[in-house]
């Protein structure tokens, strides 16, 4: 089992950057896929980021692709995003999963946990 905690959203303007960060904890973070969600206000949740078992493949969704960067360190047991040029419509709640049995996935329903969201708010 994996608990997660995310950390590293607030508000900035538009063209700023934010890194958010998400802590695992178990003994066996490295056999996960990683990945990053967001859900803004009255839309379902969608996929951002997500990160393979060792350090890659990576893959993005392309309204970031170019703009946002996904990381991790298995020794630490963290999954970083690096947030550049930040837009408003970035604006959402953003959520740190793990999947279990995959290497990489951007497929929600593959994610078995989830941590509690960090918000991250763009200013126009």
């Known amino acids: 089992q994996v608990q997660l905690v995310e950390s590293g959203g607030g508000l900035v303007q538009a063209g700023g950057s934010l890194r958010l960060s998400c802590a695992a904890s178990g003994r066996t973070f490295s056999t996960y896929g990683m990945g990053w969600f967001r859900q803004a206000p009255g839309k379902e949740r969608e996929f951002v980021a997500a990160i393979g078992r060792s350090g890659g493949p990576t893959y993005y969704a392309d309204s970031v692709k170019g703009r946002f960067t996904i990381s991790r360190d298995n020794a630490k047991n963290t999954v970083d995003l690096q947030m550049n040029s930040l837009k408003f419509d970035d604006t959402a709640v953003y959520y740190c999963?793990?999947?279990?049995?995959?290497?990489?996935?951007?497929?929600?329903?593959?994610?078995?946990?989830w941590g509690q969201g960090t918000q991250v708010t763009v200013s126009s």
């Open positions: 999963a793990a999947a279990g049995g995959f290497i990489i996935t951007n497929n929600i329903a593959h994610y078995n946990y």
